[in-house]
């Protein structure tokens, strides 16, 4: 069998054009051993290959070599022949080099290909048995469940333009490819065709891409029996880009009669039905893993996992795990749980505690049947590597009554071969090992039903992975290597936290994660997978740089980027800065500072934690000269919400002296510039040339000097491990964006956020949502934001000119958030140009006085600078009350339709 390819491809001197594939013939994969093609005229590039004659799939992909070593191959997983269909002694491929835009690329992760835009894989076109065949290929992702995409044209066997009359071509399992054959000695040339969407219900063509006619002018000549492929790309759409609305909520936050004190996975699948009545179509979540590290409310907080891999134990729905038999028990629980889940916010602690003792009671009546199923045995062997550590940890978590695991005697440093033999059937503590194995099972199951029910809904389920993982996780205890145990992630100063965000997690070590294939990461994004559709990336940055920490620090402030490229003493006086590490990169402590800022406890905060070095200049004493040490000392025996105002004031006076530094010191000859250095009194009392010198390395160091090595940093990262998986990617690209960040994102295809109340653009107070990108989610608010109406009452001379300036209102603007201001802020948001527009549920249900809850001020989910705070928000109604709210769901539904982001494709 002979194959005839052919490209257009515009090369340049010293380029050449080559066909790879997995086949002998086609160099094994090998770029350098592939086929060379042959230059014609006019950028067209051919070869001729003898294939095997019992060859049934030909799989192959177009290459670019250069002179210099150089090679690229066309975007894809590459092109397949079904030659067992054609039967032809000879075949003419006619293709085009495969580089689709980045709106085009986007359509083919799984939640338009497997979720929103799949087609009835059914339809199919009969293909002729002719001895000359034309085939139509073409790669069209975005279409709809009941359409169908055909060629129209100038022959009659295009039905000769008439919409009713089109070749039909078939998808098949081998989606987006749609194909179809016509008897080729019946064609005469030209052939003008288009491509069109075809209604299988309407028995029409609805829509026929735009443009100019595509034309074929030639056919094979003197060929008896052949069969010539003409492969197209990039359907030309008339419609514009697509775009569809979806909606936030955790988890805990929903609300159900039948749920037990929080959401859980059964309230999602009723979520999911309301978001389909209303025409969302992706309803996007927080993260889902488990938290439980100290059994109190600092286990609310969803971003700092114990375990990446394992799911919490408390989304379990009682329901579907089943009843006790001991009546008298399951009374008890449930008259609890029914006392709980009256409660207006979510009682973490309490709701966790009485669900993990039901679970305890329920395994213990199932267990002699759950491990002979079939169905566990199958979960237990695909998920042994990360659930056999994961289930000892909970354990010795509970026994050594601490998730510290350094403190776990023998158990501290983690031996494989120890903990199998802790967690073999044979073991004393089997039982409470195994039971995680049974709660994991059963979580497991039913995330998998909710996701299975929103994927044929046609709901897109987005979850969220968290950037770090907690220090005392089962992967610092079973995988110490992968991070900087040594340091603690964060965040610089923002509006959100003027002070820093320090979030306590250790920093990865990309070294050894690069030098391992980013294998932990992969298996990560693959096991989200199974369950979403679309994630979001938590705090995109960190794969550029990290905000990282030092362990004796508490804020922010102290911080530094990592990696970085630090400034060498020569250096800053090459900026005109008189570098003095001991004036400059220590606490600058005087007498003045200390009266701002303890009044009349200066005298007595000055005897008890500072040393003076000379007259009215101070030094810390040892005992305190860190910030962890100062904490350390006031938080003796106390929780932080139990400080006293007094002491309070005292410590983060203290914390600001510490922190009263020009630059930071991470090795030697190394400084980095400290973050808002120039808020401190320390740069106050500088003379006004050394200000300004500092302003300007100030500038060079956080916004121009890290660009082109952040960008490299990124991308050794961020293609092989998104790589892993196929979902919608979107970046919370938030706080202090390098330039390098944006182009990165629109590379890999990865949807950037854009929030009104949070320009990117710090010339303007406001982001306009006419102006976001199409590859983007633009949103009003977020979890770590007041909501509309929470903004709204905060701050009155930025809601007037909100309202005038913003939103185009005369007059004085109402004091509250009125429905009609929330709808018209959700109307603004919907007719953006951004892919998506997702909204809090908050925010939604602002719009109607009726289903707003009148505790505005505690809908917000989280408070950034509160490391303390408890994630306790719960809907004020249930998912059946929302569901039943006909009046504004037909009002949300129109402005949804109305904004074009309910269309079928």
Not at 191 to 219: N, P, W
Not at 222 to 228: D, E, F, H, L, R
Not at 247 to 275: C, K, Q, T
Not at 431 to 451: C, G, M, N
């Amino acid at each position: 069998m002979k194959i005839n390819f052919s490209i257009h491809y515009n090369t340049v001197p010293g380029q050449q054009i080559c066909i790879c594939g997995p086949a002998q013939s086609l160099g094994t994969g090998d770029v350098s051993e592939a086929p060379k093609l042959t230059y014609q005229k006019g950028g067209t590039w051919t070869i001729t290959l003898d294939i095997p004659a019992n060859t049934r799939q030909l799989d192959y992909q177009y290459g670019l070599l250069d002179d210099h070593g150089n090679r690229v191959k066309e975007w894809g997983d590459g092109r397949t022949i079904q030659l067992s269909e054609l039967n032809a002694p000879i075949i003419f491929v006619k293709d085009h080099w495969r580089s689709p835009s980045s709106e085009e690329r986007i359509m083919y992760n799984s939640c338009f290909k497997e979720v929103l835009l799949k087609p009835n894989v059914d339809l199919g076109a009969p293909c002729p048995k002719a001895k000359q065949s034309l085939q139509f290929k073409i790669q069209v992702p975005r279409i709809g469940h009941r359409y169908q995409i055909c060629v129209l044209g100038n022959q009659a066997a295009l039905g000769n333009w008439d919409k009713t009359k089109p070749l039909l071509l078939s998808c098949g399992t081998d989606f987006p490819e749609w194909a179809g054959s016509v008897n080729a000695a019946n064609l005469t040339l030209p052939i003008l065709y288009k491509y069109g969407i075809y209604d299988t219900e309407q028995k029409t063509v609805v829509t026929i891409e735009d443009g100019f006619d595509r034309e074929i002018d030639a056919l094979p000549e003197n060929k008896p029996v052949y069969c010539s492929i003409q492969s197209d790309e990039s359907f030309r759409y008339p419609l514009g880009n697509w775009k569809g609305a979806g909606v936030a909520v955790p988890v805990f936050s929903l609300r159900s009669e039948n749920s037990s004190g929080i959401g859980d996975f059964g309230d999602l699948i009723d979520f999911v039905d309301w978001a389909k009545q209303v025409g969302m179509k992706m309803v996007q979540l927080l993260p889902l893993n488990e938290t439980v590290a100290s059994h109190n409310w600092l286990d609310s907080y969803p971003y700092k996992s114990i375990s990446v891999m394992a799911l919490h134990p408390i989304y379990l729905n009682l329901q579907k795990l089943g009843k006790l038999q001991d009546e008298t028990q399951m009374e008890e629980v449930t008259a609890r749980l029914k006392e709980l889940n009256a409660e207006p916010h979510v009682n973490f602690p309490e709701v966790h505690r009485v669900k993990s003792h039901y679970y305890k009671l329920i395994f213990d009546q199932d267990k002699g049947a759950f491990f002979d199923s079939k169905s566990y045995q199958a979960f237990f062997r695909k998920n042994r590597d990360w659930l056999v550590p994961y289930a000892a940890y909970a354990y010795l978590r509970d026994r050594m009554k601490t998730p510290d695991f350094r403190e776990w005697k023998e158990y501290s440093t983690y031996n494989q071969e120890a903990i199998e033999q802790l967690c073999g059937t044979e073991s004393k503590a089997w039982d409470d090992i195994a039971v995680h194995y049974f709660i994991q099972y059963h979580l497991d199951k039913q995330l998998r039903e909710a996701s299975a029910y929103a994927r044929n809904h046609g709901i897109v389920l987005k979850g969220d992975i968290p950037i770090g993982i907690s220090p005392d996780s089962v992967e610092a205890w079973t995988e110490p290597h992968l991070f900087n145990l040594g340091a603690q992630a964060g965040a610089p100063p923002d509006d959100f936290a003027i002070k820093g965000q320090n979030w306590g997690f250790p920093t990865y070590n990309w070294e050894v994660m690069a030098a391992e294939d980013f294998s932990w990461w992969k298996k990560r994004l693959h096991h989200m997978g199974t369950y979403f559709d679309a994630y979001r990336i938590d705090h995109i940055l960190g794969f550029f740089r990290i905000w990282e920490i030092p362990l004796d620090a508490v804020e922010g402030v102290l911080g530094y980027f990592k990696p970085a490229l630090p400034m060498t003493a020569e250096e800053i006086k090459r900026f005109g800065v008189d570098f003095n590490a001991d004036r400059m990169a220590k606490p600058y402590i005087r007498r003045h500072e200390l009266q701002h800022l303890f009044g009349a406890e200066t005298d007595d905060v000055t005897h008890r934690f500072l040393e003076e070095t000379k007259t009215g200049e101070y030094r810390m004493k040892k005992a305190f000269d860190s910030q962890l040490k100062v904490n350390r000392h006031f938080l003796n025996g106390i929780e932080e919400e139990d400080l006293t105002a007094s002491n309070r004031k005292i410590r983060d006076g203290l914390f600001d002296l510490i922190a009263n530094v020009l630059f930071v010191q991470t090795g030697p000859d190394e400084w980095h510039p400290r973050i808002s250095l120039h808020f401190t009194s320390s740069y106050a009392t500088l003379n006004d040339h050394t200000k300004n010198r500092l302003k300007e390395l100030y500038i060079h160091f956080f916004y121009k000097r890290h660009d082109d090595f952040w960008y490299h940093k990124a991308m050794e990262k961020l293609p092989a491990i998104l790589s892993a998986s196929d979902m919608l990617v979107c970046g919370e690209d938030l706080g202090m964006v390098p330039d390098c960040v944006p182009p990165v994102m629109h590379q890999l295809d990865i949807l950037s956020l854009e929030i009104q109340r949070m320009p990117k653009d710090p010339r303007v107070e406001y982001a306009n949502p006419a102006d976001a990108p199409y590859l983007s989610v633009c949103t009003t608010s977020t979890h770590d934001m007041p909501t509309i109406r929470g903004w709204w009452e905060a701050d009155r001379k930025a809601t007037q000119e909100f309202y005038n300036n913003e939103l185009g209102n005369p007059g004085g603007a109402p004091y509250f958030a009125e429905p009609w201001v929330c709808k018209q802020i959700i109307a603004q948001h919907l007719y953006s140009p951004a892919m998506w527009t997702t909204f809090p549920i908050q925010d939604l249900m602002a719009m109607d006085g009726e289903l707003r809850w009148d505790e505005t001020h505690e809908e917000q989910i989280n408070q950034p600078s509160n490391v303390r705070h408890q994630w306790r928000y719960r809907m004020h109604q249930s998912i059946d009350t929302l569901k039943q709210a006909s009046g504004f769901n037909q009002s949300l539904s129109a402005l949804i339709s109305e904004s074009g982001r309910n269309s079928d494709y």
